[in-house]
């Protein structure tokens, strides 16, 4: 079944959401002991959290041929962060699809056992975005490509990996959402192609008004046009970056590597420089090229990259284009200085792929019809590599800090590839992308053991409903500090409601801090602490996504669920 469901980023005016929460008394599962953990009143500090924040940074390491350089250990790699030197934390290497990191905590088989299939742990794991901009594209070229795709995906994705695939002509469109069927996102390549690329489009306005420049008698008479035609392709380049960003920031809350495979036939650095140079062309005296700084997206691309490096995700781009063939060789299309103009067209749609690969730590694929054997170095990518973490001094500032690593030997040829920064998010953001991504993808995680339990709709007279919802957190899940009176925990609740349109909340939350008695404390670890919160929602089908931080331990669940408002007990 087809899901081409459009995503809106607009949080959803009509859904009111309030938390009316209440603590309850702990209740414990059949077999347990009655014991009555409480609340401390509002504002009581009975510990303080320190949060531990890695930074995991993927390197890919190559000789001057471009192969990859295998064994290296921690000692041989020396990071900085704002230019000074950082302890490296975490090392995870990857050779092959296999982790050639040993797990001292890991159990060999007996023998004649079988061994069984191991996979990577959540920060490691892949998510893989094929993302088709038809926007930007040509049929012919779109085609082309996605044969190349398809067999990437079937041969070269591993098992575990997830895989979606999406595509934006002014909206974004989820083809498919994620799942380790690599095979089925291929297949659904294949709808792509009966779907209208509107690059044809541009290529006619872009070629009637070369004819009209040709033909112009002054400059006056064509100065106006030139203007409205790049501020024209200065908005739709804006609609397409902005929906870049929004979708890496809607993948900012799922664990592990993110990688995004963008198809376009190049996206204009500054829309219209090409049209200013045919401009200056036929009136050289009166034509001044530094108009075109105006409509210079620099900023813009920078800015999506600084998004993607803040959320783990890594631009891998295709110039569908591929061996671009001189217009030339179109007669309708001869200009004086065509040849030059052609490069400067080139030039232009190809830096913003080349700048958001180089600083994501990905690749560029340029100047080839046949990317089957570029998108092999990108599997290389996927399966060899290098993670390796530390922990910043700073906690949560907000700020974007820039990263370099390199060998503590040099060697001359070597080349490293990585993301060139990251911003420091505090945790309440953290959670909130992490119940962000719960909704979009329905990604769950759940190492608290939390249950939800969802009441009764109770209907209110302006036509909203009132939803009893309870979290239920084992106690004996939760980090507990000795005090005073006895131990204490501190959680925090997350909470966000998407509608059936893809409408959504501010995420909203609360802490939840749990006294338990001295006395109390062996039945309690048996027990659940209940907490209440009422959330008003309009009729219909609803989403809900709860998350659940132990602010101690720093562990986090995710749960999401689907609430049939108005129709029935959910």
Known sequence: MTDSRKLRWASLPALMFCFVASAQPATSPPSGAAATPTAPSSGEEFFEAVSVNVVNVDVYVTDKQGNRIHGLKPADFQISEDGKPVAI??????????????????????????????????????????????????????????R?????????????????????????????????????????????????????????????????IDDAQSYAEMAGRVRAYSESMSNDLAFTVSALKDFVGS?????????????????????????????????????????????????????????????RVTFYTIDAAGLRSASSTDVQSQTPGTAFI????????????????????????????????????VALDF??????????????DGRYHKIDVKLRVKTKGVALRHRDGYRDKTNEARMADGVMSSLLFSYEQNPLDIKLEIGQPSPRDDGNFLVPVVVKMPIGKLALVPNETGQAARAKIFVGVMDGKGDRTPVQETTVPIQVPTAQVETAQKQYYSYELKLLMPPGEQKLGVAVRDEVATTAS????????GGGRP
């Open 89 to 146: 934390t975490n090392f995870y290497a990857v050779d092959g699809g296999k982790a050639n990191t040993p797990d001292p905590t890991a159990v060999a088989p007996a023998a004649g056992e079988p061994v069984a299939a191991e996979l990577p742990p959540d920060d490691q794991r892949l998510h893989l975005v094929v993302y088709i901009d038809n926007f930007n594209l040509r049929p012919f070229n779109r085609n082309r490509v996605l």
């Open 558 to 565: 995710f749960l999401l669920r689907t609430v049939n408002i």
């Open 383 to 396: 399966d060899t590599y290098y993670s390796l973490g530390y922990t910043p001094a700073h906690a949560g």
């Open 148 to 212: 190349d795709v398809r067999a990437f995906l079937s041969q070269k994705v591993h098992k575990g990996d997830s895989v979606m695939l999406v595509s934006y002509d002014r909206e974004l469109h989820i083809r498919r959402t994620f799942t380790t069927d690599a095979q089925a996102i291929a297949a659904a390549t294949f709808e792509l192609e009966k779907v209208s690329a509107q690059g044809v489009s541009a290529d006619g306005d872009r070629r009637d008004l070369i004819k009209e």
């Open 251 to 311: 993948l900012a809350g799922l664990p592990g590597r993110k990688a995004l495979l963008y198809v376009s036939d190049g996206l204009a650095m500054r829309p219209g420089e090409d049209i200013y140079y045919v401009l200056q062309e036929k009136f050289r005296e009166q034509v001044s090229l530094l108009e075109t700084q105006e409509w210079d997206a620099s900023r813009k691309f920078q800015e999506l990259a600084a998004d993607a490096n803040a959320n």
């Open 342 to 377: 052609d490069q400067i067209t080139t030039s232009n749609v190809q830096a913003p792929l080349q700048m958001l690969a180089e600083s994501t730590g990905g690749m560029a694929i340029l100047n080839t019809n046949n990317v089957g054997p570029a998108l092999d170095r």
